[in-house]
């Protein structure tokens, strides 16, 4: 697979590298990184990395807008971190000569013309860096850089749910990438963890007013007003998601944010044992089993989400329960 997909980008001259809507470090450090090892190793090629652009993750580069003068059908498309097609933002895979899928999400849909799949790969970054392991593909400095935020991000400084074998594997090709380029993390750090203060101030207010309910779903309703109050974004709110990861009592927990641009409610949801993503895909959403999203137009189906998650909670701890009794016995 991975000779596959490099000899592709060694055989076409035009590439397009795109990544879901609503995009977070891990989608956006493996889409700007890949373009610039692309570039890095191929300099006469055109590599564009294309989507909305999101100012709170503007550290990890810009990105590029297509032009009529592009003939996409002629053209590569490379498709990462997006595990169907509806989430694709700003293409579509039908416009180009061939496509590329490269995911670390649970299999949704075909969408690609190739397809590599590892839904045991902590991020769509270390799929990157693997990429490169077992390939002439060289790693570049701000590539390297833009790949060790993203897989930093999208396992919260490897704290996030694997097994061991997948975790040795991460710390393998993290250890390849840091004694290939040589790049100093430190200041890498600061980019991910620094909050202005209307964050910090917001947290504490999440802190303050989080409900949690009986079977131990915790949950914060995040409305334009208190948004607007505290001087942050939608994207921005959702994303502190990741701050309260270990609150005990708390198994499953959501950021809801109501995106009046969008005209839609933002969940955000992580869960610390019972398996999320197959709830948010009813509402078509989706993610990983503990990391999952969705966009729902209005609070009804958000409060749908909360009682199934509920539910869930509650069928988890009642198993959970009876394995220990079984053990006892």
């Not at 970054?125 to 990429?131: A, N, Y």
């Not at 930093?152 to 997948?166: G, M, P």
């Not at 990861?245 to 944010?257: A, C, E, P």
């Not at 009046?260 to 019972?274: A, E, F, M, T, Y």
Request: aromatic letters at 8%; a negative charge.
């Amino acid at each position: 697979m991975h000779k596959q997909i490099y000899n592709k980008i060694k055989k076409y001259n035009t590439i397009v590298i795109a990544r879901h809507i609503g995009p977070d470090p891990d989608a956006l450090g493996a889409q700007i990184g890949l373009r610039d090892i692309i570039l890095h190793n191929f300099p006469n090629k055109k590599v564009y990395a294309v989507g909305a652009p999101t100012a709170k993750f503007k550290y990890l580069g810009t990105l590029d807008r297509l032009n009529d003068e592009i003939e996409l059908d002629k053209s590569l498309l490379i498709v990462i971190d997006t595990p169907d097609r509806k989430r694709i933002d700003g293409v579509e895979t039908t416009q180009f000569k061939e496509s590329i899928k490269i995911d670390h999400h649970p299999f949704m849909e075909k969408v690609c013309d190739i397809e590599w799949i590892d839904d045991t790969a902590s991020s769509t970054c270390q799929m990157i860096i693997e990429l490169c392991s077992r390939t002439k593909l060289q790693l570049s400095k701000y590539g390297a850089e833009r790949l060790f935020m993203g897989l930093i991000a999208d396992t919260n400084r490897f704290l996030f749910n694997h097994s061991n074998v997948a975790m040795i594997k991460t710390f393998d090709l993290v250890k390849y990438l840091l004694s290939s380029s040589k790049i100093e993390v430190t200041p890498l750090y600061a980019n991910l963890y620094m909050r202005n203060f209307n964050e910090i101030k917001l947290q504490g207010f999440i802190a303050q007013n989080m409900v949690v309910t009986d079977n131990g779903v915790g949950y914060i309703k995040l409305t334009d007003e208190i948004i607007k109050e505290h001087n942050v974004d939608a994207a921005s709110a959702g994303n502190m998601v990741n701050n309260f990861n270990y609150i005990d009592g708390v198994l499953v927990w959501l950021m809801i944010s109501e995106d009046v641009k969008q005209n839609l409610i933002r969940i955000n949801i992580r869960s610390r044992g019972p398996i999320i993503n197959t709830v948010a895909e009813e509402y078509n959403g989706g993610g990983h089993k503990f990391a999952s999203g969705v966009r729902v137009p209005s609070y009804e189906e958000t409060y749908e989400i909360i009682e199934k998650l509920d539910k869930l909670c509650k069928e988890y701890k009642e198993n959970m329960e009876g394995g220990l009794e079984d053990e006892n016995k």
